[in-house]
């Protein structure tokens, strides 16, 4: 069965750099740009370091790309999602990517 690929999203990778002070900082890149399905998988509000906070589950489906894994974020227009799980859908054919976004409420 082939998904509906008709997100566009862009899977980013974190790297250190260094500010004009010499002090470390870090940003995020971009590594893969791909066509995704995206399924709600539900969210909810709860307490996260004593903040309380919002939370929203996506699940992406993408084209295979080696190299994607959790430290990475998938960037879907303005909203940044953590990459909690990475699964080989087939035979290296897609890429099932269990996300989560956070925000303050």
């Known amino acids: 069965m082939n998904p509906l690929l008709d997100q566009k999203i862009q899977i980013e990778n974190r790297g250190a750099t260094k500010t004009a002070n010499g002090e470390d900082t870090y940003i995020w890149a971009s590594f893969y740009i791909a066509w995704a399905e995206r399924v709600y998988k539900g969210g909810g509000e709860g307490f996260d370091k004593d903040q309380e906070v919002s939370t929203g589950k996506n699940v ?46």
Request: aromatic share 10%; with cysteine.
């Open 60 to 105: 992406f489906r993408v084209r295979y790309k080696s190299g994607v894994n959790t430290t990475m974020r998938v960037n879907d227009g303005s909203l940044y999602y953590d990459i909690l799980n990475v699964e080989v859908e087939g035979r290296n054919h897609f890429l099932v990517l269990h996300c989560q976004i956070k925000d303050n409420v």
